[in-house]
């Protein structure tokens, strides 16, 4: 199993999500009311280590990878999405390859 991030930065982590998604006026959305009120429940003192603050931890960091992912996701999607018919050589391009051209000039490439 990987290592946890420490809360501090999963929680900025969640929050840089939200405003990717939300833009500025994340700080009105219920969504970050909620993040902000578990994080301030579950801070951990010198006298508190429990499993449930342990397994809030692991649920936020699981939150924050989920939200990094369908970012991910929704931009590759928006890049490779089809947009009817291409060119050879846009498709090719697509891949990082290139289309082979004949030597000599035989008048058929460009």
Aim: net charge positive; glycine share 10%.
């Amino acid at each position: 199993m990987a290592t946890l991030l420490p809360p501090l930065r999963v929680c900025r982590g969640i929050l840089k999500e939200l405003r990717a998604m939300q833009g500025a006026t994340y700080k009105l959305s219920p969504a970050y009311n909620y993040v902000m009120e578990q994080f301030r429940k579950n801070k951990v003192t010198g006298e508190m280590y429990c499993r449930a603050q342990q397994e809030a931890h692991h649920d936020s960091h699981t939150y924050l990878c989920l939200l990094a992912s369908n970012r991910t996701h929704l931009a590759l999607h928006k890049l490779y999405h089809g947009k009817g018919d291409r060119s050879r050589e846009e498709v090719a391009g697509l891949v990082g390859l290139r289309l082979p051209t004949q030597p000599g000039g035989k008048g058929w490439e460009k």
